[in-house]
């Protein structure tokens, strides 16, 4: 009998075991349907194609070196009067708050690669408090350049009017968004730089609008 009673009660606790891992398996795929809700799947906007450039520091990038990362790009120049250091301040809130150990990339491509040299992105991004590991400002040659970010991208880049030109410095036409790309290199959100205080309205600011979608594609099957 005591053998009997032993056998029993290994039963009912292989099937109490049993019943504890279908549980947790039935919690985490609710948790895993929740989450989709939550974030349902991000489009894919456009592919970026190859490229050969230089980042701050004077070492050549292309495509190869972000594959395998999520990045955030947006288009500046540092003589830029207008919104360019806006951007460059809002990515530099967006570095400090990165999640750590993570692939992740913070890259911005220069519109004057005449004027804008390794030696000067540097110094600009010096002054911001710039990680050099985690953002990379890029120059090169100009038609390169122009290809990535409108052909690529899609952002709007064009000359300015210099009839309309306020300053001497007002150079260049641009967008002011974030393009968060995936670990494939695609274009999966297009991000609006303007916080919620300049629009009145309840949306979430552009750097957080960011670390959510950083997060969503770090975590995509």
Known sequence: ???????????????????????????????EERRRAAYPPLPV???ITDFNLTNQLGAAVSLDDLNGQVWVADVIFTRCPGPCLTLSQKFAQLQDRLPQNKD?????????PE???PEILNR????????????????????????LA????????????????ESEDDLFVHSTYFMVVDKQGRVRKIIDSMEPGETGDETPSAVDQA???????LNER
Do not use: C, H
């Open 1 to 31: 009998m005591p053998k009997q009673a032993d056998k029993s009660n290994s039963g009912w606790f292989v099937w109490g075991l049993l019943g504890l891992v279908i549980v947790a398996i039935a919690v985490a795929f609710l948790r």
């Open 45 to 47: 906007i456009s592919q």
């Open 104 to 112: 992740v990339k913070l890259v911005s491509l220069t519109i004057d």
């Open 115 to 117: 004027f804008d040299t």
């Open 124 to 147: 600009y991004g010096n002054k911001l408090g710039t990680d050099a590991e985690k953002w990379w400002f890029l120059t090169g040659d100009k038609a390169e350049l122009r290809r």
């Open 150 to 165: 409108i052909r690529d991208f899609q952002f709007v880049v064009m000359d300015a009017d210099k009839e309309k030109m």
């Open 211 to 217: 670390l959510q979608t950083i997060e969503q594609l």
